[in-house]
């Protein structure tokens, strides 16, 4: 069994928003996989999907807990079902990264990231699988207001084209492994052109 746990804040008011980015993602694979509907699960303080996928179960799982406390709903879903820490994904948005730009890594720090954090803590291990996806740098002190904003009009097609690839990334992961996911979509904008 695996589980893929895509990083947001609940709640109509987030909904499109950059830091929503990992909640759009998951949605596209269950769309994608036609996973049953997710549903609330208080037991992991998270709507939660299943699919049967290339033969072993996917989790699919979006917190509840909104984003710094994102660890809660992670760690309580990984350890009732007993994963090992290999058989979690997390996707969520990265400041760092240009608008639309990937990162797939297999550990690491949270690179002050609150939610990745928050689930590095509870796993009490920084080794934990991630895709990132740029969502743009701008001046700290506007940094709240960045995140929880919208795209901008001309950032559209570049983010939605993102969203396609981080779910293609985390199909790759479920197949292949994080190294064959790194390798193939670990490239900056200059490389594809």
């Given at each position: 069994?695996?589980?893929?746990?895509?990083?947001?804040?609940?709640?109509?008011?987030?909904?499109?928003?950059?830091?929503?980015?990992?909640?759009?993602?998951?949605?596209?694979?269950?769309?994608?996989?036609?996973?049953?509907?997710?549903?609330?699960?208080?037991?992991?303080?998270?709507?939660?999907?299943?699919?049967?996928?290339?033969?072993?179960?996917?989790?699919?799982?979006?917190?509840?807990?909104?984003?710094?406390?994102?660890?809660?709903?992670?760690?309580?879903?990984?350890?009732?079902?007993?994963?090992?820490?290999?058989?979690?994904?997390?996707?969520?948005?990265?400041?760092?990264?240009?608008?639309?730009?990937?990162?797939?890594?297999?550990?690491?720090?949270?690179?002050?990231?609150?939610?990745?954090?928050?689930?590095?803590?509870?796993?009490g291990s920084e080794q934990v699988a991630r895709i990132r996806i740029g969502i743009g740098k701008v001046d700290r002190t506007a940094t709240v207001e960045h995140v929880?904003?919208?795209?901008?009009?001309?950032?559209?097609?570049?983010?939605?084209a993102a969203l396609g690839q981080a779910a293609d990334a985390a199909e790759c992961w479920l197949a292949e492994g994080i190294d064959a996911a790194m390798n193939r979509?670990?490239?900056?904008?200059?490389?594809?052109?």
């Amino acid at each position: 069994m695996k589980l893929i746990a895509g990083l947001g804040n609940p709640g109509r008011q987030y909904a499109d928003s950059r830091h929503n980015v990992g909640f759009v993602v998951v949605d596209e694979l269950a769309r994608r996989w036609r996973s049953d509907a997710p549903r609330f699960e208080a037991r992991v303080q998270g709507e939660l999907g299943r699919v049967e996928r290339g033969g072993q179960s996917v989790l699919l799982l979006k917190p509840m807990t909104y984003m710094n406390l994102s660890g809660q709903s992670v760690s309580a879903a990984w350890r009732y079902y007993k994963l090992a820490q290999t058989d979690v994904l997390v996707i969520y948005d990265d400041l760092d990264l240009p608008v639309g730009q990937l990162r797939v890594r297999a550990g690491g720090s949270a690179g002050g990231h609150k939610g990745l954090a928050d689930i590095l803590r509870h796993f009490g291990s920084e080794q934990v699988a991630r895709i990132r996806i740029g969502i743009g740098k701008v001046d700290r002190t506007a940094t709240v207001e960045h995140v929880l904003g919208r795209f901008a009009p001309d950032e559209r097609d570049t983010i939605q084209a993102a969203l396609g690839q981080a779910a293609d990334a985390a199909e790759c992961w479920l197949a292949e492994g994080i190294d064959a996911a790194m390798n193939r979509f670990n490239r900056r904008k200059s490389d594809e052109g």
